[in-house]
Nanobody, 120 residues
Framework: QVQLVESGGGLVQPGGSLRLSCAAS????????MGWYRQAPGKERELVAA???????NYADSVKGRFTISRDNAKNTAYLQMSSLKSEDTAVYFC??????????????WGKGIQVTVSS
C-alpha cells in the first residue's frame, strides 16, 4: 500500500509564495509520473503540474512561469514551488503518483489534499 502525505499549504497574501511537498511511503518499487492537481469550490479537478521519472514537466497554462514542479527520487518526494500567487490559485491541492505494474498498466495513488488560500 502506497500512502501520500502532503504538506506546506496554508494562507498566503497575493504575490506571495508557498512550497508544497508530497512524500510517498509504503511499498514502492518504482514511480512513473508524479503530479499535482487542484480543485476549487464548484469547479472540476484540474492538472496543475506533472513530472515524469525522466524529468519531463507539464504545466497548466494558468500557472506557467509561476509554478515549478520537481522531485527527489531518493526521498520519494515531489515538490511544487508556487510563486506570484493569485486569488484564483485558491484550492485544495492533491498529490498524485503513478506506479507501473507487471501488466504494463499504471495504478494511481492520491493524497487526501491540502488547502491553499491566497487572500489579503
Amino acid at each position: 500500500q502506497v500512502q501520500l502525505v502532503e504538506s506546506g499549504g496554508g494562507l498566503v497574501q497575493p504575490g506571495g509564495s508557498l512550497r508544497l511537498s508530497c512524500a510517498a511511503s509504503g511499498i514502492i518499487f518504482s514511480i512513473n509520473t508524479m503530479g499535482w492537481y487542484r480543485q476549487a469550490p464548484g469547479k472540476e479537478r484540474e492538472l496543475v503540474a506533472a513530472i515524469t521519472s525522466g524529468g519531463t514537466t507539464n504545466y497548466a497554462d494558468s500557472v506557467k512561469g509561476r509554478f515549478t514542479i520537481s522531485r527527489d527520487n531518493a526521498k520519494n518526494t515531489a515538490y511544487l514551488q508556487m510563486s506570484s500567487l493569485k486569488s484564483e490559485d485558491t484550492a485544495v491541492y492533491f498529490c498524485n503518483v503513478a506506479r507501473p505494474t507487471r501488466w504494463g498498466k499504471e495504478i494511481d495513488y492520491w493524497g487526501k489534499g491540502i488547502q491553499v488560500t491566497v487572500s489579503s
